[in-house]
């Protein structure tokens, strides 16, 4: 597995470095702060400027991570599928992750932890990355080019936070520099306005990104120039802006990304940042909290984990007979509890081969978290133009089904036939997504942005113009005073 061991020295000397610099004048009984000479003598160097991006990723491996336990049941991964058609939420018991169940019932409320978490964890990102953008622009560099990248990789954090709140939330406070004591009661904005946001900071960050594949083995893990067409991509399908869809693919398609020969490679360590990677959140177990807690939250009960995020037969039954993928993301082991199976995807030894970490103890894994897929863009990409170029969208299609079959016969995950069109070929795009991305916690928000939630999951709970977003926080709305409004819950 390759490690960035800057990225890890830089999280935690500037986690130290901000946590000192953001402590409460009230927190020290002298009239001198020693957060006040920290805060002024920062962002004074080139050095200070990497700590300070660097900072502003945590959040982002803080959802995934060991030193959250909460956040680790809040992501896209759990909370976000979990009531779908392709998620059960598992664990021993009903009241075994509460707020998991109140998504899995859709009684969800506005104590909901996961979405608290969802809160607290992107706006600190978003945070982090205002930090950069107000003080890095100051700072002298001798190498002004890695200036502008630093830049840029706090737009790309800034966008790809506030594109997780607007798909959990809807409209929401929209910050764009550190707030000052008295300014923190920020109003909600519309979800058209923070869809602008994000767009303008992705298109403000891809021309200052350089691509992973000029860049050397500890560059990993920062985000690059593919990195933010592939989130502009998904940005702009979810707006079903599908023109954008293409532009946007058609640059991350002319940089060296190319599917792996072997899909059940992806999601084990030889599998990382491989060539069909795009972005990942990189984890090691070389440290206690830094590694990963997925593995531990998702696995079997009888196997030392939570048993969280079980899947359904009617996920495991939309794959096609013989399709490799169906074992390459699944396995299961008996335990008497939920539908007793599990996402291979992200589990540790004997299911891949990830070790069992021998550092910071179960939930301290080194599987790092596949974010964006070449696969994933070139089905985005078929979606987008299915209807003006079916032929091209077909071989989109095609190229990922041919990866999928590997060395099997042509009768295994057959190719589409190349005069296929209309709503079959839509609906062939739908499968491919589901199948060739199962577990990886994109099927929700699949629902929701192709109007199709209603249908598939109303017999689960679901109520159209209600759950399609979640409560804002009630401790956030009291801490505003009342000026945040609640969504329609």
């Not at 909460?70 to 509460?98: C, P």
């Not at 002319?254 to 959140?281: A, P, Q, T």
């Not at 296929?420 to 070929?425: A, E, H, I, W």
């Amino acid at each position: 597995m390759i490690v960035d061991n800057k990225m890890i020295k830089y999280i935690k000397n500037c986690c130290l470095l901000l946590a000192l610099s953001l402590v409460s004048c009230s927190d020290y009984l002298e009239e001198n702060i020693y957060g006040e000479p920290l805060l002024e003598s920062f962002y004074k160097t080139p050095v200070d400027a990497e700590q300070a991006v660097i900072a502003a990723y945590t959040p982002m491996r803080e959802m995934y991570g060991r030193e959250n336990f909460g956040a680790s049941t809040s992501n896209d991964l759990l909370f976000g599928d979990i009531g779908t058609d392709d998620i059960l939420k598992g664990g021993a018991r009903a009241s075994d992750g509460a707020q998991l169940y109140e998504k899995e019932l859709y009684n969800l409320t506005s104590s909901n932890a996961s979405a608290e978490n969802i809160w607290k964890i992107n706006f600190k990102g978003i945070y982090f990355s205002n930090l950069v953008l107000e003080k890095v622009p100051n700072i002298v560099f001798e190498d002004e080019v890695r200036k502008k990248e630093i830049i840029a990789e706090a737009y790309f954090l800034r966008a790809y936070y506030y594109f997780d709140l607007v798909n959990t939330f809807g409209g929401v406070p929209l910050i764009t520099e550190p707030l000052e004591v008295g300014e923190y009661n920020v109003p909600r904005t519309t979800q058209d306005a923070i869809y602008t946001l994000i767009e303008d900071d992705l298109k403000a960050a891809i021309p200052n990104l350089p691509s992973r594949f000029d860049k050397g083995a500890d560059y990993l893990g920062h985000a690059d120039k593919g990195a933010a067409l592939g989130l502009m991509m998904r940005v702009s399908l979810y707006q079903n802006k599908m023109g954008q869809v293409k532009t946007y693919g058609d640059q991350l398609f002319s940089l060296s990304y190319e599917l792996e020969d072997d899909y059940s490679s992806i999601f084990n360590s030889v599998g990382e940042w491989g060539s069909g990677s795009i972005f990942e959140v990189n984890y090691t177990t070389s440290a206690d909290n830094l590694g990963g807690r997925m593995p531990h939250m998702m696995a079997p009960r009888s196997k030392g984990g939570i048993g969280f995020g079980q899947v359904k037969e009617d996920l495991r039954n939309e794959f096609e007979v013989n399709d490799p993928r169906l074992d390459a993301s699944f396995y299961n082991v008996t335990g008497g509890y939920g539908t007793e199976w599990f996402v291979k995807k992200y589990a540790i030894a004997p299911y891949t081969d990830y070790a069992k970490p021998s550092v910071g103890g179960k939930g301290n894994t080194a599987n790092n978290i596949r974010i964006i897929r070449l696969s994933d863009a070139y089905l985005m990409y078929a979606e987008a133009i299915y209807n003006t170029d079916p032929t091209t969208a077909v071989t989109y299609v095609n190229k990922v089904r041919k990866r999928a079959r590997g060395t099997n016969p042509v009768t295994v995950v057959p190719d589409l036939a190349a005069t296929l069109s209309g709503q079959p070929l839509l609906d062939a795009i739908y499968h491919e997504r589901r199948v060739e991305l199962a577990g990886e916690g994109f099927r929700f928000h699949d629902l929701i942005r192709t109007n199709r939630a209603e249908t598939i999951l109303a017999s689960l709970g679901f109520q159209k113009n209600k759950h399609e977003i979640m409560p804002i926080p009630l401790s956030q709305i009291s801490l505003s005073q009342g000026v945040l409004t609640q969504n329609n819950y």
